[in-house]
């Protein structure tokens, strides 16, 4: 796993003390976190680099620019709401790996944890498959050559 880029994470919310155990997790678990609490924030982050992950606790607020599903479909980006409830939050799963998984089942606090841990392991399969194919097609080209 050292030879792998970390699994980047945007956290988007009003507080960033409401992420502090999901984030001690995601980062025990080799991942970098960044917090964004504004709609600007959010887009300025994303407009500058690629977010394996998103979790956010407040939707897009209409301000006329697109959504995030809009703006994360088939970017590879596995994106989760959460809908806050009176007590805690479910996590509502809008996009896997950049594309668009309604209707899923939503996720109680007690199944988010492992969730995603499931979705870390899935992201890093993808970069393993990535790298695979990148060595190997350097492999055979030095081979033709």
């Known amino acids: 796993m050292d030879n792998f880029r970390k699994v980047r994470v945007l956290l988007i919310g009003d507080n960033p003390q409401l992420f502090f155990s999901c984030q001690k997790h995601l980062q025990r678990n080799g991942c970098e976190c960044e917090f964004a609490e504004s709609e600007r924030a ?5 407009r500058q680099r690629q977010f394996d992950l998103v979790l956010s606790l ?17 970017s590879q980006t596995t994106l989760l709401h959460a809908m806050r409830l009176e007590v805690g939050c479910c996590w509502v799963p809008l996009l896997r790996l950049g594309q668009e998984c309604y209707g ?18 899935e992201i890093r399969a993808g970069y393993m498959k990535t790298a695979y194919h990148a060595s190997t097609s350097v492999s055979q080209s030095l081979r033709a050559s």
């Open 42 to 46: 959010v887009w300025e982050r994303l």
């Open 58 to 74: 407040h939707a897009s607020r209409g301000s006329g620019g697109p959504s995030l599903v809009v703006l994360l479909r088939g």
């Open 104 to 121: 899923n089942p939503v996720l109680c606090p007690s199944e988010f944890a492992n969730v995603i841990d499931e979705v870390l392991k």
